[in-house]
């Protein structure tokens, strides 16, 4: 993988950094909207080689930490279903919903499976014909195509046992959401470059236009994201707001329009329950009603039980930005990843997770 | 009452299965011995007819160890669950620097599996056995129900002789140390992921099992008494537990430098593609040696002369700062704490 290596390289890595340096003047916020850029950040230590004037704040890019309670209520009450067998991708396993994890259904008897595509979901349902199998569709518009590609495959199989169960969220309402509400002042967005992929550098428009604010569509190597921040102050000092792509290699303006057709062909808008914002209208992405077969959340009625959020945990305030992680009073105390208490802590995108992972002090 | 159950990730290797050794184990088997989690018991011998276990002079001293083996799939390239079973064992019996002598082999066997698959397994593990020296003198087969086990699973245990002199353990290291590692990090573990089912993506990796009593005793042979402080075979948690292991035998700090870290380039492959850090997946052929820094260069010489440690680097030192914790500096010059393996990385591995 010397194709990695070019964009880790040290040299330069130094020659990004000094152009942030020798630009930015006043101190600005920048939100990292995945969590795979607040991991990447925490693992090559880019915060402590950025200038002081570059406030980093990492944002609700983890689908596994917004999906709401109330909806992994609802997946866990799925698993008890006699017969059901319940895939899903890892993370989601570890979870802790208002009363347990699908970790601690599957320790109690569930029939919960990891898998690594939903390829390997539909591979189960052909092998036993004879149990309903369900898909956690959890993710973005990076992950919703495939899944669609499922569904649709599984029509055109005549495959009679799967379903999905879809909390798929996209991110341009979330991110309105943020900067509507007011609560956190953003000066640029770092954008989600595998999400860009999909839905295209021209998505982000609205953020300039309408907002006045500059994003830099990144990848997830260090240089990746040294070069979106440095084109994010330039931008900010220029007071040039802009859509720029430092993702290039990846990105392009309109995204895959394949992917997004069969986005479209099995999904439709729908609100979505975000952990931390509540229902975000036409954030979500619900099975199109003449697949409705392949629809678990129409195929079963489960009683997921009351909704209850854990005292303290302040998950939703680090997905909007509000509060770093270590502002949070349970933070590596009462919630650590071996005792996750929210999914920030839980998920290999989750900001806590990576603070706590890369972020501990490093004692002189 | 209490609800909490075995989870899967109780048997990774990382904090929740120190938490279950900690907190349960050691409450009930509470001894000195075992207090010292090595990865293998030293005990003395008493002589015939003495009433205490006491230190002994001249006696050999002991050392025991027991592994079970429980990998899927139970073939994969570069070995299978019988070598694994007796490398696994002789492994841990040579980080106390023992000489591995005899090992234990306990079957437990899943109804219907083929002969024929067992016969290749036993096979594979008498030639592994011979290769590393070592005489299996005595075993146990059960066989269980369908689906009560998965095809098969095979426990071993092991004593060596511990060599006049020689003292190794974590505890030993000091600050000033230097660690070497004696090869590349993650070849067994992204084997065995990209082998399970789901993950056939063709890739030219392939497991590092290996016995690796021969490079512990040509260390022992080549280095000046009492240099060679400390070892331990990365195994399931991958290098990352193992350092902080010995960061927190020894009450010292340990730094590492991530661009001496030899990775494979199809196992970083692997690790990019599955979102992994080769730091936390298990190696079955690789060990970790601290040593005083004037033996560094001679243990450094010793471990590439051996095949299993050709590709051997310096990855770091033990520092007086930060006891307990092992810092990383990045490839780009930030530093960050490296903490154990949390969770799971990896089912079933080893």
Redesign the interface.
Known sequence: ??Y?DEF?D?AL?RKLLSRIEGRSRRPIRLMEFCGGHTHAI?????R??LPPTVDLRSGPGCPVCVTANADLDRAIALSQVPDLILTTFGDMI?VPGSRESL??AK??GADVRL???TL?AL?IARKNPARPVVFLGVGFETTAPTIAAAILQAQAEGLENFSVLSLHKLTPPATRAILDSGEIALDGIIGPGHVTTIIGADAWEFLPSEYGIPVAVAGFE?LDILRAVADLVDMIEDKEPAVSNSYARSVSQQGNPTAMEVMGRAFEGSPADWRGMGIVPASGLAIRSELEQFDADCLYDVDPGPTKEHRGCRCGDVLRGTVTPPECPLFAKAC???RPIGPCM?S?EGACAAY????????? | MSEERILLAHGSGGKLSHDLVEQLFLKHFDNPVLLQLEDSAVVDIPPAGASTLGPVALQPRIAFSTDSYVISPLVFPGGDIGKLAVCGTVNDIAMSGARPLWLSAGFIIEEGLLLDDLEQIVASMAATAAGAGVQIVTGDTKVVDRGSADKLFINTAGVGTVPPGVAISGDRAQPGDTILLSGTIGDHGMTIMTQREGLQFASPLESDCAPLNGLVADLLDALPPGSLRSLRDPTRGGLATALNELATRARAGIEIDETSLPVREAVRAACELLGLDPLFVANEGKLVAIVAPEAADLALATLRAHRYGQESTIIGRVVETHPGRVVLQTSLGARRIVDMLVGEQLPRIC
């Not at chain 1, 925490?42 to 880019?46: E, I, S």
């Open positions: 993988m010397k990695v880790r040290p890595a925490m693992r090559y230590g880019l402590s080689l570890r970790q601690d320790a109690g898998v690594y595509s390997d591979q260090p650590t990843p071996v839980v290999a706590y992972q890369f972020g501990q002090d490093v004692p002189s």
